[in-house]
């Protein structure tokens, strides 16, 4: 316990950890008061709702963009395998509007094997 004075001078006791911001977050200290979920998947899009690149892992269905960051590759990439039909995907016209997470899946897969 340490001792000092507050802002009317007056001496108060405090532990060392009063001066630290609380909360599960380091700097940050949660605003209604309310705790961080216990559940990992839902502590994991606690963390990471402000992140714009994060691609959700449990989606059905992913734009290519989404599909390119997922799998740390480019664009261009997702784009030309589902142009050659090497990769499902749902098209509106020439445009490629979402792959299926299980098709991307077996296209990863197939890539791996080769």
């Avoid at 009063?18 to 502590?43: H, S, V, Y």
């Avoid at 990471?48 to 959700?56: F, G, N, Q, W």
């Avoid at 142009?83 to 991307?104: F, P, S, T, V």
């Amino acid at each position: 316990m340490e001792e000092r004075r507050n802002e009317i001078g007056a001496r108060e006791e405090v532990t060392p950890l009063d001066d630290m911001d609380k909360g599960t977050r380091i700097g940050f200290i949660e605003e209604d008061g309310e705790p961080a979920p216990t559940d990992p998947l839902e502590l994991h899009k606690w963390l990471h709702a402000h992140d714009r690149a994060h691609v959700d892992l449990l989606q059905d269905e992913y734009t290519p963009e989404e599909a390119a960051r997922l799998l740390g590759t480019s664009l261009e990439v997702i784009m030309h395998a589902a142009r050659n039909g090497d990769l499902k995907a749902e098209r509106q016209g020439k445009k490629i509007m979402c792959i299926q997470h299980a098709d991307l899946v077996d296209w990863l897969n197939r890539r791996l094997a080769e």
